[in-house]
Every structure is written in structure tokens, then in C-alpha cells.
């Protein structure tokens, strides 16, 4: 019997064939492909992003004292945190825990119904929003200029989106108090950004968004400590 010939058309062998080929699918379809980090960073970071944060955002950007710095802070922290919540759904970068994907059966479709899982992410995302926009904006206020607020929102951003996975795999008792305690911070810092208070009053709306975040903040502590 003749020898199998190994090799195919231009002399290229089978594995190096599969080689290419699995070469290709990585960079067209693949996990790590253009398509799958557009699907992962916009239509799962940023849509996910910008509905359950609105609140914050919203607050952002009537936050008009200083609107230059605000309003560069917001949209730095909300850009890095789409960026690396595609990484982490990727795992092209991993943190010891892998990140939490909410599933049909957690929002309303199976057996133990219910939008608690959006609640407790709108909680966290809206947070980290609001501790990266106005600490970011204070750091421009206090000299470091426009490259100091967006260093310091966009690493507030990050930080916060590579501990999430870590938070949610924590012991539920940790869990609660460190999310509770990142939680009135957030608060805090934005409660307490120069000229908040006074947009209280002024625009009702602003207020209500701020106790909306507090009230998922709450919840997220209270029931979702094992499950954020």
C-alpha cells in the first residue's frame, strides 16, 4: 500500500492546516474574536451600564458647578467599567472568581423568579458610577487637572469591576460588610461633592435618583449577599 500522503494542496500538512484554521476562528468568531469583544464591551457593558446606572449618570451630568470635570469623570468611569466588564465576561483577564452572568431563571423566566439579580447590580454599578465621576472631579478640583480625574475615575472603575467577581465569591458575612461599607463612600462622596446639596433642592429629580441608589444599595446588602 502506498504511503498516506500527509500533506494538501501547496504542501501545507494537516495540523499546520488545522493550526490556521483554528487561528482564524479566534480572530474572526471566536472567544477572544472582534465580534465577541464588541458583543461583550457594548452590548453587555455598556447597555447593561448605562440602563442600570442611569440614575447616577443621571446625577452626573446635573451636577453643572463644575461640568467640565464632572461630566469627564462620568464618562471615563462608565467607558473603563464597559471595558473591563467585557474582559472579565471574556476571561481574558482573571481575578479568581469568574463574573457573574445573570441568567433567564433570575429575571423572571424560571422557577425561582425575580429581578433581584438587576437590583443588585444596578446597586454596585451605580456606586462605582458615582465614587469614580465625583472623586475623579474632586481630584481635578484640587489641582491634579483634567489627567488626574481621569487617572483617578478610571482606576476607581477598574478596581471596582476586578473586585466584583471576588465580592460576589466572598464568605456572605464579608461579602455584606464590604459591600455595605463601598456602598456609604459612594454615597457619601457624592452626597458630600461641593454644591450637592443645594442641586437637591433645586432639582427634586437629582434627589430621587440619590434615594434610589441608596434603596438598591439597601436591598443589595440586606438580601443579596451571597448573590450580587
Do not use: K
Not at 463644575?66 to 482573571?94: E, F, K, M, N, Y
Amino acid at each position: 500500500m502506498a504511503p498516506r500522503n500527509e500533506s494538501s494542496r501547496g504542501g501545507e500538512t494537516r495540523p499546520r492546516r488545522r493550526r490556521r484554521n483554528r487561528r482564524r476562528q479566534r480572530g474572526d468568531d471566536g472567544e477572544g474574536g472582534i465580534d465577541a469583544w464588541l458583543d461583550a464591551t457594548v452590548y453587555f457593558g455598556l447597555g447593561q451600564h448605562l440602563l442600570l446606572a442611569l440614575p447616577m449618570l443621571w446625577v452626573a451630568f446635573m451636577t453643572v458647578s463644575t461640568p467640565v470635570a464632572v461630566t469627564t469623570a462620568a464618562v471615563v468611569s462608565l467607558s473603563v467599567a464597559c471595558l473591563a466588564i467585557g474582559a472579565l465576561r471574556l476571561g481574558a483577564v482573571s481575578v479568581g472568581a469568574p463574573w457573574h452572568r445573570i441568567e433567564d431563571s433570575e429575571l423572571g423566566l424560571g422557577p425561582d423568579a425575580g429581578y433581584g439579580a438587576l437590583v443588585r447590580r444596578a446597586a454596585y454599578l451605580n456606586a462605582t458610577l458615582g465614587l469614580g465621576t465625583f472623586i475623579g472631579a474632586r481630584a481635578d478640583l484640587v489641582g491634579a487637572g483634567l489627567a488626574g480625574s481621569v487617572v483617578v475615575a478610571g482606576g476607581v472603575a477598574l478596581c471596582a469591576m476586578l473586585a466584583l467577581p471576588r465580592l460576589r465569591a466572598a464568605p456572605a458575612r464579608a461579602s455584606a460588610a464590604a459591600a455595605g461599607a463601598y456602598y456609604a463612600v459612594s454615597l457619601l462622596v457624592v452626597a458630600a461633592f461641593p454644591g450637592a446639596v443645594d442641586l437637591f433642592s433645586l432639582a427634586p429629580s437629582v434627589a430621587l435618583c440619590v434615594l434610589a441608589v441608596a434603596t438598591a444599595c439597601a436591598f443589595d446588602v440586606v438580601t443579596g449577599r451571597d448573590r450580587r
